[in-house]
């Protein structure tokens, strides 16, 4: 069996789903501005193994999506992600939230469109993103970067290009590009849903993280509110 549970945390919404090799089996998610996840996540965890008619020994890996994102939505999925793997005994897979953004594009839309160049962005505080960057057929080129939007340089990567901007906080890009005819725009938030396909590649391959020592893609300081 290959059977996963799916964790993601690092924006706003708290995603969890269970997966047998790539068939998504069972997905809750609970969208709120003021970051329940840490009331949230065990109790969708215990709705996907029950909708799943499953018991805990029955999954083989926890996916967890790594960020970068939201500090304590990271924190929150890092740490459960952990305690399903020593308690159960099992390999934690690392799936980083740009790659389930740009999964779920692809997904939704049935295929890639005519797009020159993806744009994956995740909001971050006042004025800032993460983002990362794909050509054509969804290869990396700018890996998961934290960066103040006025400052990125936007129009020499979209000049003459075919552009998609995919994830949330877009206003902030939306704000500094103004319009362009050739940039669209698509919000969606990452989701565990997304990432079956991803944690499946990974699991035939061994590819798994230290479930110790881990730590998700921070990048900033975690600053009180």
Same mark, same amino acid.
């Given at each position: 069996?290959?059977?996963? &549970? ?34 949230? /996540? ?11 008619? $499953? ?18 939505? &990271? ?21 980083? #939230?740009?790659? #389930? ?11 890639? /469109? ?5 744009? #994956? ?48 906080? /877009? @206003? ?7 319009? @362009?005819?050739?940039?669209? $725009?698509?919000?969606? &938030? ?9 944690? $499946?590649?990974?699991? /035939? ?11 998700? &893609?921070?990048?900033? @300081?975690?600053?009180?509110?």
């Amino acid at each position: 069996m290959s059977s996963i &549970l799916c964790i993601e945390t690092s924006s706003r919404n708290c995603s969890v789903s269970i997966s047998e090799k790539k068939k998504l089996l069972a997905f809750f998610e609970e969208i709120e501005e003021g970051y329940c996840h840490n009331e949230k /996540l065990h109790v969708l965890i215990d709705r996907v193994i029950k909708k799943c008619k $499953y018991d805990f020994g029955m999954i083989n890996a926890v996916a967890v999506g790594l960020g970068p994102g939201s500090y304590t939505g &990271l924190r929150i999925g890092s740490a459960s992600s952990k305690g399903i793997s020593f308690s159960l005994d099992i390999p934690v897979i690392g799936v980083g #939230t740009h790659e #389930t953004l740009l999964r779920g594009f692809m997904r939704n839309q049935n295929k890639m /469109l005519n797009f020159d160049i993806y744009f #994956t962005v995740i909001d971050s505080r006042i004025g800032e993103v993460y983002i990362s960057k794909y050509d054509s057929l969804g290869n990396e080129k700018i890996k998961p970067m934290a960066c103040v939007v006025k400052e990125f340089p936007f129009l020499r990567h979209i000049k003459n290009k075919r552009v998609c901007f995919v994830g949330n906080g /877009l @206003q902030k890009i939306k704000d500094f590009l103004g319009s @362009q005819k050739n940039v669209r $725009y698509y919000e969606m &938030l990452p989701s565990s849903q997304y990432m079956n396909e991803i944690a $499946y590649g990974k699991f /035939l391959k061994n590819d798994f993280i230290d479930s110790a020592y881990f730590e998700p &893609l921070y990048m900033k @300081q975690f600053i009180p509110s």
